[in-house]
């Protein structure tokens, strides 16, 4: 397949490195420059400022979209309408109405869209998956977990703390990944409630969010996102009837990824453990995009899609609009 890549940031960057047996045509920025550099340290043919013309060539198959939240909507609708298919970042937009209508117009173009999502794919967590099979186990019961980093200088100046661009703080963004996850786990949640609040940086949004999910049968994901988490934190407790299981880490900042399973003994007390580490870095990237590809040539449903994404979204939206966050006013165009 040929592809283009929208959005020449750290992350149009690790789409690039993840795309193994395919070409990139076309690169686009807003910034001239640094499309220019970014075509250039990748041997891209062609580097553009025009989202329109990348992706309207004929000769692309696929598009990737690495942008601000707010143009990821648009720039994917504009992909759909050309017939391509798409990897749009997560949360693919701002608003869970139009995702919801993007996943419709997709299904009509016949087109699969997927959303990045990547840390489905850290090797911890499929590893769970392997595990949680197991029927000794037992019924899950609740979810604990949390999420931060600290944030750099001039981070409340860029476009994160914009909530016209980004649709809100850190819940929007390390906070879908909790969500999703959980959903992966525990499926849709019926009863949303959260806190969020700004403590440390001077901006319109939010540095720190603290939700409680349940589920219809009363599961319940307990989840914490911050930005003013000073050493950088991933930790991520499922609680089974007879067994734990803990992520932490992703490697780099955040450490060495690792999977704890505690195992509970049939006399109780300290259980059964087995620790797997994954010391080899974040291969989620590359896995994520071999599964983009065979979504495409198995034209198979795409998980997580659009309807991921909205559903994650959803829950956003409530917290905001139980906190009163501005930005979540009708006249900004939510219900």
């Not at 220019?36 to 043919?45: D, G, L, R, S, V």
């Not at 992909?79 to 209508?101: C, M, Q, T, W, Y």
């Not at 173009?109 to 392997?130: D, S």
Request: proline share 4%; hydrophobic share 35%.
């Amino acid at each position: 397949m040929n592809y283009a890549i929208i959005g020449c940031g750290l992350i149009g960057q690790k789409r690039w490195n993840a795309i193994k047996n395919h070409k990139v045509l076309i690169c686009c920025d807003q910034n001239q420059k640094q499309a220019q550099t970014f075509a250039q340290k990748n041997h891209i043919e062609h580097a553009t400022t025009s989202a329109e013309e990348a992706i309207s060539h004929p000769a692309i198959d696929a598009v990737i979209i690495a942008t601000d939240n707010k143009s990821l909507t648009p720039l994917t609708e504009m992909a759909i309408k050309n017939n391509k298919h798409v990897l749009v970042e997560k949360p693919a937009g701002i608003k869970s109405s139009d995702l919801f209508r993007l996943h419709e117009l997709a299904q009509e173009n016949h087109v699969k869209v997927r959303v990045g999502f990547n840390h489905r794919y850290h090797p911890a967590f499929i590893k769970l998956k392997e595990l949680i099979d197991q029927p000794q186990i037992g019924s899950l019961m609740f979810i604990r977990a949390r999420y931060g980093h600290g944030g750099r200088i001039g981070y409340d100046k860029e476009w994160r703390a914009q909530p016209e661009l980004s649709g809100g703080g850190e819940l929007i963004d390390q906070g879908v990944h909790l969500i999703d996850l959980s959903r992966m786990l525990m499926g849709d949640f019926s009863t949303i409630n959260g806190h969020v609040a700004t403590y440390f940086w001077n901006m319109p949004v939010e540095d720190n969010a603290f939700l409680s999910l349940q589920t219809p049968s009363g599961q319940t994901a307990f989840l914490s996102v911050s930005c003013t988490e000073w050493k950088n934190l991933f930790s991520f407790e499922i609680y089974f009837k007879n067994a734990k299981f803990h992520i932490e880490g992703l490697g780099g900042s955040y450490g060495i990824e690792k999977l704890y399973y505690y195992q509970m003994l049939k006399e109780m007390g300290p259980p059964e453990t087995t620790i797997y580490e994954f010391p080899r870095g974040d291969q989620s990237w590359d896995i994520e995009m071999k599964e983009f590809e065979k979504d495409i040539q198995e034209d198979r449903e795409t998980s997580p899609g659009l309807l991921d994404a909205a559903k994650a979204l959803l829950i956003v939206e409530e917290v905001y609009r139980k906190n009163n966050c501005p930005w979540m006013e009708k006249e900004n165009g939510y219900n």
